[in-house]
């Protein structure tokens, strides 16, 4: 008889949490594991599941809790404290009907897919089955450390074992003994090296003679988009024919806007997204930085790039390193958290201090200008992405957590 895993999954666009997830689905013994998708959103993960032929369940009315430096709710910002008290509002209902659809589900065991689904994570122990939490963020620092110590106490105390997809989760998180890191995985049929990006670079625009700087993840302030626009008006000055493209970003039209924030631009007030392409306008870059807009083809992008850019500005795991390694890209990034842990400095690609976006630019310059040494990080790459980041060997990992988990539990039944 198969057993049963519930994965729950709590964003609703796509990104690399879906992703990573749907690879660990792809690679399982489905002789042995028969894997059942609940999303707290109806959209694009819940259809990439769909597409894939997974069992999907909708949970609208469960509400997850960020605390992740790419995600909080801020006290200071009025839109933050709404949402955090609509959190605390909706927090109690939220684990119950947790719990109701848990069991009324009956898996043999629950994997969350996010450090947000706390009351996902509370739903399972009161239903009684046995939770692994697979952390894909950094705990925000907050304000006093309040939320940041719950959170803590619940990954360390709540799950029967956790899963980090870097050592700067795991620290962060002050893991007690019951965490391993397993990178997240890299799809190398997906993600093959020998693509071309010629069609790819006709369709942005660019020349063959182009040098590219690819960012995926868009207008983000934690993907310090900023930071590398600022870096490329440095880099043009000494190659004319450097172009950066950033994915991920389509743009908000004004009739698209909320009513908060059309109030806010009346008073000059403009989200970042806003500050960068305006700060992009005011440098002279529209024909230097490209923005595509949303993208669901990463590979094509990564193949017509001579350097992927991964300038995160706090510390969380990196996607684009271990594809960016997948199809042999050199990478430079800032020392943070996450990315450093990928990223070994003169050997897959360059390192720089945080927010030091003089080195950056230099950085990407010197690999832009050295096609011997771009080649030599990206063939490091590609055999340090084939060691650490291969599917099956992340997935065998993995399942080892759940057939402990499934032994343990056994053996308590019996006594």
């Known amino acids: 008889m198969s057993i049963r895993v519930l994965y729950v999954h709590h964003a609703q666009g796509l990104g690399g949490a879906p992703l990573s997830l749907l690879y660990l689905l792809q690679s399982l013994d489905r002789s042995r594991y028969e894997p059942i998708v609940a999303c707290l959103h109806d959209g694009e993960a819940a259809d990439l599941f769909r597409r894939s032929g997974l069992e999907v369940h909708i949970w609208s009315k469960v509400s997850d809790f960020m605390h992740a430096n790419g995600g909080w709710y801020p006290l200071h910002d009025p839109r933050g404290m709404k949402a955090f008290a609509n959190r605390l509002v909706r927090l109690l209902p939220s684990i119950l009907r947790a719990k109701k659809a848990i069991m009324s589900i009956k898996p043999d065991l629950v994997h969350l897919n996010s450090s947000t689904l706390v009351t996902v994570a509370i739903g399972a122990r009161w239903a009684g089955v046995p939770c692994v939490w ?13 939320r940041r110590f719950l959170l803590r106490r619940a990954v360390n105390t709540l799950p029967d074992a956790v899963i980090y997809v870097c050592e700067a989760s795991r620290t962060a998180l002050q893991d007690q003994g019951l965490g391993e890191v397993i990178y997240n995985f890299v799809d190398f049929d997906r993600f093959d090296r020998n693509l071309s990006g010629e069609q790819m670079r ?39 024919n450097a172009r950066c493209v950033i994915a991920g970003y389509a743009g908000v039209s004004d009739n698209a806007l909320s009513s908060t924030r059309r109030i806010l631009r009346l008073f000059g007030l403009r989200g970042y997204a806003d500050r960068v392409t305006n700060l992009m306008k005011d440098k002279g870059l529209s024909d230097y930085v490209l923005l595509p807009g949303w993208c669901d083809n990463a590979p094509e992008l990564i193949a017509a790039a001579d350097v992927v850019a991964v300038p995160w500005t706090t510390p969380h795991f990196a996607r684009p390193v ?14 943070v958290g996450g990315v450093e842990e990928v990223v070994q400095h003169g050997i897959t690609g360059l390192l720089v201090p945080p927010g030091d976006v003089d080195a950056f630019a230099d950085a990407l310059y010197t690999i832009l200008s050295d096609n011997t040494l771009a080649h030599r990080l990206g063939e490091d790459g590609y055999r340090q992405a084939l060691c650490l980041f291969d599917a099956e060997t992340n997935a065998r990992r993995t399942v080892a957590v ?13 006594q």
């Open 402 to 414: 759940y057939e402990r988990i499934l032994a343990n539990h056994s053996r308590l039944e019996q």
């Open 134 to 146: 697979h952390v894909r963020e950094v705990v925000h620092n907050g304000y006093l450390g309040l």
């Open 322 to 335: 271990i594809e960016a390694g997948a199809m042999a890209k050199p990478v430079v990034g800032f020392q």
């Open 202 to 240: 006709r369709e942005l625009g660019l020349t063959p003679t182009d040098k590219v700087v690819m960012l995926l993840g868009g207008l983000n302030k934690v993907k310090g988009a900023r930071e590398l626009v600022l870096a490329m008006d440095l880099v043009r000055t000494q190659m004319p």
